[in-house]
């Protein structure tokens, strides 16, 4: 029966619902094994490495989860320079590593001009595709983004319960949200989405939407990462996701949509010390390492436990190389572009 669903090559929605529920554990294991000769047979051996630079914690929006929202008083916020942006992603590269995410909260301090500036500054330097990770910010601002060299843009949908949507979120909807991407996709942008585990009130029928409207959107890459309460927000007390629940849920996202970049986030890093490890035997094939300089590193908390020695610049590539090589894997040499370049349409 089982084995039988995991051979499918198009899943509905009862199909997925089936497999999330699914607890036996050597049932959970035939799971992890189809998802990691899924991301064998599509993705290879190499574990795509991408590095972010978090350049500013200021945000307009308020959403309810996150310690970056505008309602949190108490952080200290920074913004960093257009040179130290600069300075980051030169010594980023200098480590081999030929994607830069330029990351911030929705910040409109920077313009789209500003913005632009930073992209062509950094793309006539180094040879290095961009990921912007900037919120929801205007069309005319994604164009001249593309015009002027950006790659990639990394929104994620959050939820696809609309409902859920607009309460974890004020002013803002799932709507929106899903145009933003879609619009992304149409001017030429690789694009990134994907959902929060485990937020009070989600329920495994909403994880299933999560995966389809990824399937949908025919994403490069996405990401299904685990909910950490964090501190200075209204879901301060809430359980965190559990680490199984959330491997399960990225190893049949990786069944369902197969050609696509799955991250081991670096949220379920945080959740477990070997969160990484084990999401790259569950089929995720991409690592985002965190390169946001000191003194702003600690202050981009989103939740807490965020910055594992991993990712301290100080130790890498070693600690990095070394997780990488243990999961018998090797890195990813160059931009590490959409699986599904060139696209059908083109
Ligand atoms: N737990 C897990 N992920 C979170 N994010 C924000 N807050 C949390 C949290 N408490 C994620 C969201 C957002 C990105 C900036 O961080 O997915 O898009």
Known sequence: MLKELLNKDEFSKDDIISLLEINDRNEVQSIYQKADEIRKKYCGNEVYLRGIIEFSNYCEQDCIYCGLRRSNLSLDRYRMSKNEI???AKSIFRLGIQTIVLQSGEDYLYTGEIIADIISSIKSTINVAITLSLGERNYEDYALWKDVGADRYLLKHETANAKLYSVYHFNQSLKDRVDHLLYLKSIGYQIGSGNIIGLPQQTIKDIAEDIILCKGLDLDMASFSPFIA?????YRSQKNADINFTLKVMAIARIVLKNVHIPATTAISSLDKYGR???LQVGANVIMPNFTPNPYRDKYSIYPNKNSDNDNPLYF????????AA????????YGNSLKIPRKSI
């Open 230 to 234: 964090s501190p200075e927000t209204p």
């Open 86 to 88: 600069i300075e980051t």
């Open 327 to 334: 999961t018998g894997r090797k890195i990813g040499i160059g």
């Open 317 to 324: 590539p070693n600690s990095i190389t070394n997780l990488i």
């Open 277 to 279: 490890e084990k999401g």
